[in-house]
């Protein structure tokens, strides 16, 4: 799987749009980006994946430069109970079948 | 309900007993991984199996053991269990490994080897 840089941490005021950056500059063209959410010691949450399009669902946005070695998560309105660990991980099962690793992630804290 | 449970959540136990978490997954998946969470190190995938009767080494298998003799379950066995494998666990599944799909996460095992 592609190496992913994540800053550490971020803060975002409550009802602000938080951006998460994202840098996969090793990543091959068939290489899905994936995001997920770690609030405490849960299991992560699914956020949204994409490819090559910018993608859009209930949680978040998801925008990926048109070169895909970056991508910004986007969640638009920022609550107190968005506070956790953003993970971005890029991976193909034809590249990696099965295999996936989770870096360090973002620990985004929302202050009110 | 769709949802991936382990057990047991909390478990303390001493050098060299040997331990079983166990997995299970009601969703008819036939992917499911182990993975371990360190502070500061993210999480680290343990073992894989893409189907019944395959699996596969992770980033970090050393002193681990799976099986999966039936799709729904993939439990985790420390043979000889040691300090160092003091860590948060979590079990995950998806429909096939394949691009483009989301996994599934249980709760969590933390445990502790005295």
């Known amino acids: 799987d592609a190496k992913t840089t994540q800053p550490t941490s971020m803060d975002c005021a409550e009802g602000r749009a938080a951006n998460l950056p994202c840098n996969h500059s090793?990543?091959?063209?068939?290489?899905?980006v994936y995001w997920y959410r770690q609030i405490h010691s849960q299991g992560p949450q699914y956020i949204i994946h994409?490819?090559?399009n910018n993608e859009t669902n209930e949680m978040a946005s998801l925008i990926i430069t048109e070169d895909r070695k970056s991508s910004t998560l986007i969640l638009p309105h920022a609550t107190l109970r968005d506070t956790a660990v953003y993970y971005c991980?890029?991976?193909?099962?034809?590249?990696?079948?099965?295999?996936?690793?989770f870096g360090d992630g973002t620990t985004l804290t929302v202050k009110p | 309900e769709a949802q991936v449970t382990q057990n047991p959540r909390y478990l303390i136990t001493v050098t060299g007993k040997k331990l079983t978490v166990t997995c299970s997954q009601n969703?008819?998946?036939?992917?499911m991984s182990w993975y371990r969470q360190d502070p500061g190190l993210g999480l680290r995938q343990i073992y894989y199996?893409?189907?019944?009767?395959?699996?596969d080494k992770g980033d970090v298998p050393e002193g681990y053991k799976v099986s999966r003799k039936e799709k729904r379950n993939f439990p985790l066995i420390l043979e000889s269990p040691s300090p160092n494998q003091t860590s948060l666990y979590f079990c995950?599944?998806?429909?096939?490994?394949?691009?483009?799909?989301?996994?599934?996460f249980g709760s969590g095992t933390q445990l502790s080897v005295l």
């Open positions: 199996s893409m189907n019944v009767e395959v699996t």
């Open positions: 991980i890029v991976r193909s099962d034809r590249t990696n079948a099965g295999k996936s690793t």
């Open positions: 090793t990543i091959s063209g068939n290489e899905y």
């Open positions: 995950a599944s998806s429909p096939t490994g394949g691009d483009g799909e989301k996994l599934f």
């Open positions: 994409g490819l090559k």
């Open positions: 969703m008819n998946h036939e992917y």
